[in-house]
């Protein structure tokens, strides 16, 4: 079973960053990251493969949110940058040790609160 902790959370005015960290107690072989509004379904947000660094995105982030990843921290990050208060949600990291793993393993979530 690998663990995730996961930071990075706060209150930020609209149009400003921050960068949430996820790290992984054990090998990784894809991240993810999703997000989950009140009153609304969680959604995905970003993936990064841990050997290649292929990423993909939700169109809604496209631009403004990066997801990255150190080998050597066994962490992944999401720079999210220009947020908007839409993007207010309790952001969580999302693992598969293995290609098609499912269930994924989870992190605790982190609130990230954009301001208008």
């Known amino acids: 079973q690998v663990q995730l902790v996961e930071s990075g959370g706060g209150l930020v005015q609209t149009g400003g960053s921050l960068r949430l960290s996820c790290t992984a107690s054990g090998r990784i072989f894809r991240s993810h990251w999703f997000r989950q509004a009140p009153g609304k379904e969680r959604e995905f947000v970003a993936t990064i493969t841990w050997s290649a660094g292929s990423t993909n995105y939700a169109n809604s982030v496209k631009g403004r949110f990066t997801i990255s990843r150190d080998n050597a921290k066994n962490t992944v990050y999401l720079q999210m940058n220009n947020l908007k208060p839409e993007d207010t949600a309790v952001y969580y990291c999302?693992?598969?040790?293995?290609?098609?793993?499912?269930?994924?393993?989870w992190g605790q979530g982190t609130q990230v609160t954009v301001s208008s």
């Open positions: 999302a693992a598969q040790g293995v290609a098609g793993q499912n269930p994924y393993y």
